[in-house]
């Protein structure tokens, strides 16, 4: 990562928090006072009922890791060049995301039934079978199209930015282990860890000291800039709206994690084919 590039995603973060904290929570707070009669979160199906006060700490908590890991960025991309990476290493990354999503249970279920807070009983979930695909598909076609208007070749340009860590190893690696692991992280452990605390927890929350079109377009943009990668920016951005979307619709989470862990799982299948084949993938 460059100079350019690690500045541009540290001010995107900041922007992106302070959008809420510092105007969001304040000017919605004062049209609630003076619209009491509308209620703000009526309009789809994740509820707001459960969600206190107590929880902006949570979400401020949530923030915050992710400054620290930006400000953490150069040490670690330091290390990284004398350090090979590890299948430990690989694997650890994951499990971390794991423990850091189950803050969220831990913080929801006294106050709630988990099940329902979730979603986790669905019932369309038959409708996962053309979902799916047709996520994976349409965000195929728009990284296509991001790349054929020339995004990847400007951000390179001008912030000498790369494709991410991962993504780059994975296209490397000849070690099983290393792959296994990757792929666990990716496939497994980032759909649920990221699906439980973006859409799960930090939509919800903003939805409710918001509405719901801001909460979609922050936690989209939080979820973009989270990954710290310009490359993917677009993308991830678009698809965080549109997994809130599936959210809202549908009120499950299993929907969100399905087709985050297909569209990850598509990229993996994608990339090791292009290996076998010695195909070299767009940027």
């Known amino acids: 990562m460059s100079v350019a590039e690690y500045k541009l995603l540290g001010n995107l973060l900041l922007v992106t928090v302070v959008s809420f904290f510092g105007l969001a929570l304040p000017i919605y707070a004062w049209l609630r006072k003076r619209h009491p009669e509308i209620d703000w979160n009526r309009e789809g199906n994740v509820g707001t009922s459960t969600i206190e006060p107590l929880d902006l700490v949570v979400v401020a908590g949530y923030l915050s890791l992710w400054l620290f890991q930006w400000k953490g960025l150069p040490q670690a991309m330091l290390s990284a060049q004398t350090t090979p990476p590890t299948v430990s290493g690989a694997a650890s990354s994951g499990v ?24 986790l009983r669905w019932k369309g979930w038959p409708c996962l079978f053309w979902l799916i695909p047709l996520f994976v598909i349409g965000f195929f076609c728009l990284a296509v199209l991001l790349d054929q208007l020339g995004w990847m070749k400007w951000v390179s340009a001008e912030f000498h930015a ?20 990757l792929t666990f992280s990716a496939v497994i452990a980032a759909p649920i860890a990221e699906e439980v605390i973006f859409r799960g927890y930090l939509y919800p929350v903003v939805k409710r000291f918001s509405d719901r079109w801001f909460a979609a377009l922050f936690t989209g943009m939080f979820f973009g800039v989270a990954h710290f990668n310009l490359f ?34 598509a990229t993996v299948c994608l990339i090791m084919f292009a290996k076998l084949a010695g195909v070299t993938l767009p940027q």
């Open 96 to 119: 971390f995301l794991l423990v850091l999503a189950a803050v969220v249970p831990l913080v929801m279920f006294w106050r709630t039934s988990l099940v329902e807070f979730f979603g």
């Open 232 to 265: 993917s920016l677009p993308i991830l951005f678009a698809m965080g709206v549109a997994l809130v979307l599936l959210y809202e619709w549908t009120g499950s989470i299993w929907v969100t994690i399905a087709c985050h862990a297909g569209f990850n799982g």
């Open 162 to 181: 790369q494709k991410q860590d991962s993504v780059k190893l994975l296209s490397e690696t000849r070690n099983l282990g290393m792959v296994l692991a």
